[in-house]
């Protein structure tokens, strides 16, 4: 490839990414993790994410002729049947079933965000540091906005964390990973700082450092426990890393710890006994009791278990109550249902793939693995939040970052 060449390359990868910054400014400030309807800030957001893909990777990926590249990762092998088959597959049993067009879209939507790697990634691997950067920006972005969003909602209740569980609201904008994302990217930035040192990085460290807290403080007021747990376990294991690299920065974690105790000690000792009464309360939130009603639903004829019921299917729920909704809380099951077995396969597929890369991520970037980890086990694991656009988006960020090798722990 010439250097015009690559340059235009270069230049379209960074139009791209900004294209996603602008999308998830919108995001985060104006539209929710589950908008009820496409509105005009979701078309604007649609328009953005045309605008990254642009038109040769859909184009590519729909005729296989992306299959054709020599040099196709292994994770983009696997991806590309599998989004042809999930597509297809339950979009046919589905309309053959007679599903309404409504509940199918709503359902072809949030697959396409889980696959939005397959499209995003060639877009942007030309744009150097920049794009993961831009990406990992704009991710932070939309999850500060939609915390703002939050605490505005409930009148900045600060003094209530602790004290009483708060309401998630009609939004539930903390529900995208976006949000616990950066609860845990920004202490984690704000080591990295502390590390490097320097005046500048001194200065950025604390507003890190403060912004991260107020996003877990929300997550903290709302008693998110998984999201709580996994932010904490993330910070140890980050702290860990850097205190073996740079050990005088134990002396500095230890501080911010004890002021954060003498701050606002109270505060985060009631937070802990909330999510233990949850917990005692709830349990897993009827997680078993709806995996069962799943397996008694595709075990009803051979077709439904292999196939699934397609895209738009409903089922009574146990875990809302018995009512007939067209989700589940996990992937496993939702994929179960809607896909059956094959389908459940063709994600497997899609999912090792990408596992294999964060892996890697994690021994070779553990500021950014362990900054990406929470969020992905929640959605991917225990959250119906697989099915928002910042899934996808962190799934692209890990890709990017695994083939670069630059992240949250380089200069």
């Given at each position: 490839?010439?250097?015009?060449?690559?340059?235009?390359?270069?230049?379209?990868?960074?139009?791209?990414?900004?294209?996603?910054?602008?999308?998830?400014?919108?995001?985060?400030?104006?539209?929710?993790?589950?908008?009820?309807?496409?509105?005009?800030?979701?078309?604007?957001?649609?328009?953005?994410?045309?605008?990254?893909?642009?038109?040769?990777?859909?184009?590519?990926?729909?005729?296989?002729?992306?299959?054709?590249?020599?040099?196709?990762?292994?994770?983009?092998?696997?991806?590309?049947?599998?989004?042809?088959?999930?597509?297809?597959?339950?979009?046919?049993?589905?309309?053959?079933?007679?599903?309404?067009?409504?509940?199918?879209?709503?359902?072809?939507?949030?697959?396409?965000?889980?696959?939005?790697?397959?499209?995003?990634?060639?877009?942007?691997?030309?744009?150097?540091?920049?794009?993961?950067?831009?990406?990992?920006?704009?991710?932070?972005?939309?999850?500060?906005?939609?915390?703002?969003?939050?605490?505005?909602?409930?009148?900045?209740?600060?003094?209530?964390?602790?004290?009483?569980?708060?309401?998630?609201?009609?939004?539930?904008?903390?529900?995208?990973?976006?949000?616990?994302?950066?609860?845990?990217?920004?202490?984690?930035?704000?080591?990295?700082?502390?590390a490097r040192g320097g005046v500048a990085r001194w200065i950025l460290a604390?507003?890190?450092?403060?912004?991260?807290?107020?996003?877990?403080?929300?997550?903290?007021?709302?008693?998110?426990?998984?999201?709580?747990?996994?932010?904490?376990?993330?910070?140890?294991?980050?702290?860990?890393?850097?205190?073996?690299?740079?050990?005088?920065?134990?002396?500095?974690?230890?501080?911010?710890?004890?002021?954060?105790?003498?701050?606002?000690?109270?505060?985060?000792?009631?937070?802990?006994?909330?999510?233990?009464?949850?917990?005692?309360?709830?349990?897993?939130?009827?997680?078993?009791?709806?995996?069962?009603?799943?397996?008694?639903?595709?075990?009803?004829?051979?077709?439904?278990?292999?196939?699934?019921?397609?895209?738009?299917?409903?089922?009574?729920?146990?875990?809302?109550?018995?009512?007939?909704?067209?989700?589940?809380?996990?992937l496993a099951t939702y994929a179960l249902v809607k896909g059956g077995l094959?389908?459940?396969?063709?994600?497997?597929?899609?999912?090792?793939?990408?596992?294999?890369?964060?892996?890697?991520?994690?021994?070779?970037?553990?500021?950014?693995?362990?900054?990406?980890?929470?969020?992905?086990?929640?959605?991917?694991?225990?959250?119906?939040?697989?099915?928002?656009?910042?899934?996808?988006?962190?799934?692209?960020?890990?890709?990017?970052?695994?083939?670069?090798?630059?992240?949250?722990?380089?200069?």
């Amino acid at each position: 490839m010439s250097v015009a060449a690559e340059g235009e390359t270069g230049l379209r990868a960074g139009l791209a990414a900004a294209a996603l910054v602008m999308a998830l400014a919108l995001y985060g400030a104006f539209s929710a993790p589950a908008p009820p309807a496409v509105r005009l800030t979701e078309a604007a957001i649609g328009a953005l994410l045309l605008l990254a893909v642009g038109w040769r990777a859909p184009l590519f990926v729909v005729t296989g002729h992306a299959l054709r590249r020599a040099d196709l990762p292994l994770w983009e092998a696997l991806a590309i049947p599998a989004l042809a088959w999930l597509l297809w597959a339950p979009l046919l049993r589905g309309a053959a079933l007679g599903w309404e067009s409504a509940d199918i879209l709503r359902d072809v939507v949030p697959l396409l965000y889980l696959f939005l790697p397959v499209l995003l990634v060639p877009a942007l691997r030309r744009g150097g540091a920049w794009a993961e950067r831009l990406l990992g920006g704009g991710l932070i972005l939309a999850g500060l906005l939609f915390t703002l969003r939050w605490w505005k909602e409930v009148q900045w209740g600060f003094g209530a964390v602790g004290v009483r569980a708060m309401t998630d609201g009609g939004a539930y904008f903390l529900n995208a990973p976006s949000v616990l994302f950066a609860a845990v990217a920004l202490p984690i930035l704000a080591l990295g700082l502390l590390a490097r040192g320097g005046v500048a990085r001194w200065i950025l460290a604390p507003a890190c450092g403060l912004a991260g807290a107020f996003c877990l403080a929300a997550l903290a007021g709302a008693v998110h426990r998984s999201a709580l747990g996994l932010a904490l376990l993330s910070g140890v294991a980050v702290a860990v890393w850097w205190a073996r690299r740079a050990p005088g920065l134990i002396l500095l974690v230890l501080a911010g710890l004890a002021l954060a105790f003498g701050l606002a000690g109270e505060s985060l000792f009631g937070a802990w006994g909330q999510a233990a009464e949850k917990t005692r309360l709830t349990g897993v939130n009827a997680r078993w009791d709806e995996a069962a009603a799943v397996f008694q639903h595709v075990a009803r004829s051979p077709w439904s278990l292999l196939f699934g019921d397609g895209w738009g299917a409903r089922l009574e729920n146990p875990a809302v109550g018995g009512w007939r909704v067209s989700y589940t809380h996990t992937l496993a099951t939702y994929a179960l249902v809607k896909g059956g077995l094959l389908g459940v396969l063709a994600l497997a597929a899609y999912l090792g793939g990408l596992s294999s890369a964060l892996l890697r991520l994690l021994r070779a970037d553990p500021p950014l693995g362990w900054a990406l980890l929470p969020p992905l086990l929640m959605a991917l694991g225990v959250h119906t939040s697989f099915k928002y656009l910042d899934t996808g988006l962190l799934l692209t960020l890990v890709l990017l970052c695994d083939e670069k090798r630059r992240g949250l722990s380089d200069p």
